[in-house]
Nanobody
Framework: QVQLVESGGGLVQPGGSLRLSCAASGFVIGWYNMNWYRQGPGKERELVASVGTDSRTTNYAEPMKGRCTISRNGHMVYLDMNNMKPEETDVYYC?????????????WGQGTQVTVSS
């Protein structure tokens, strides 16, 4: 059974830092690019950061560059964010993507709420 289980969400003050974690199971995570997305009420889901299967290739959404680090280690994926802003109050989702035998494979976690507020 494929699972992506996020944790680490909660309340953080503006300017504060937060680490989100994603525990993956039920599939060969090493074959998948791993991503963090976020979505707020009335907003489209947007990509925050990606890390490739080599664990070194990373990409970040422009607003997050310099304030965010994505990393992976074994079956875990992490998102470290700092200097957080109230407008980044969203549900954050862990995502796995790969093309296997010519077919797109995509898995999603259930999301973890992050609230940036004083």
């Amino acid at each position: 059974q494929v699972q992506l289980v996020e944790s680490g969400g909660g309340l953080v003050q503006p300017g504060g830092s937060l680490r989100l974690s994603c525990a993956a199971s039920g599939f060969v995570i090493g074959w998948y690019n791993m991503n963090w997305y976020r979505q707020g009420p009335g907003k489209e889901r947007e990509l925050v950061a990606s890390v490739g299967t080599d664990s070194r290739t990373t990409n970040y959404a422009e607003p997050m560059k310099g304030r965010c680090t994505i990393s992976r280690n074994g079956h875990m994926v992490y998102l470290d964010m700092n200097n957080m802003k109230p407008e980044e109050t969203d549900v954050y989702y862990c995502n796995a993507e790969a093309v296997i035998s010519g077919r797109q494979k995509t898995y999603w976690g259930q999301g973890t709420q992050v609230t940036v507020s004083s």
